[in-house]
């Protein structure tokens, strides 16, 4: 079975930093790429970034870049998302999806991304 499973997800301060853990299964992160995407109540799921299937080439959206770095452990079938100084409209929740073979990935259009986690909460408040 493919399998997306997030999780590291939590209450953090503006400014802190989490880290999220996508673990994957039924497939290998070689031949997919993995995107984040996050999703506040009542608004649309929007990208975050992604890392690309063979070559590891990562995309962020402009609004994260600095911010936020993905990375993957290929041996754990896991791709991560350090999400450094966070802010508090980022409060939403956080998916990782997986499409295959696409070696550079964007999440402008998540209709590519065909296997969804069920998501991890992330939230920004004082």
């Known amino acids: 079975q493919v399998q997306l499973v997030e999780s590291g997800g939590g209450l953090v301060q503006p400014g802190g930093s989490l880290k999220l853990s996508c673990e994957a299964s039924?497939?290998?992160?070689?031949?997919?790429?993995i995107g984040w995407f996050h999703q506040a109540p009542g608004k649309e799921r929007e990208g975050v970034s992604c890392?690309?299937?063979?070559?590891?080439?990562?995309y962020y959206t402009d609004s994260v870049k600095g911010r936020f770095i993905i990375s993957r452990d290929i041996a754990k079938n896991t791709v991560y998302l350090q999400m450094n100084s966070l802010k508090p409209e980022e409060t939403a929740v956080y998916y990782c999806?997986?499409?295959?073979?696409?070696?550079?990935?964007?999440?402008?259009?998540?209709?590519?991304?065909?296997?969804w986690g069920q998501g991890t909460q992330v939230t920004v408040s004082s």
């Open positions: 039924g497939f290998s992160l070689d031949d997919y790429a």
């Open positions: 890392i690309g299937s063979g070559s590891g080439i990562t």
């Open positions: 999806a997986a499409v295959h073979r696409w070696g550079r990935c964007t999440v402008v259009a998540k209709e590519v991304y065909d296997y």
